[in-house]
């Protein structure tokens, strides 16, 4: 899958700066402690919502990804991670 950077430029997506990025936003979080388990399966689940948003082979934007991230966070109650991940 491609994504849309912020900046226009298309690159090819990698799941590696999704897990980096929540493994930085969940240690912002005081008692809240996400594992390397917790956040592949994380990542997973992104990945998922975001191959049945985008069915086609049309690019992802960086922001519709953010979002996707901010809602499975969320959903999975983690919403003081996903504030973080905001703030990140």
């Known amino acids: 899958m491609k994504i849309i950077k912020k900046d226009g430029r298309l690159q090819e ?13 969940s240690k912002d979080v005081e008692g809240i402690a996400l594992n ?6 994380l ?12 069915k086609n082979d049309n690019p992802s934007s960086s922001y519709e990804i953010i979002g996707v991230i901010i809602d499975v966070l969320k959903k999975d109650g983690f919403a003081p991670i996903a504030k973080s991940f905001v703030e990140y």
């Open 13 to 25: 997506f990698d799941k590696k700066k999704i897990f980096t990025s929540l493994d930085n936003a």
């Open 36 to 41: 390397e388990s917790d956040i592949k399966i």
């Open 43 to 54: 990542v997973e689940d992104i990945c998922k919502k975001l191959e049945s948003i985008r």
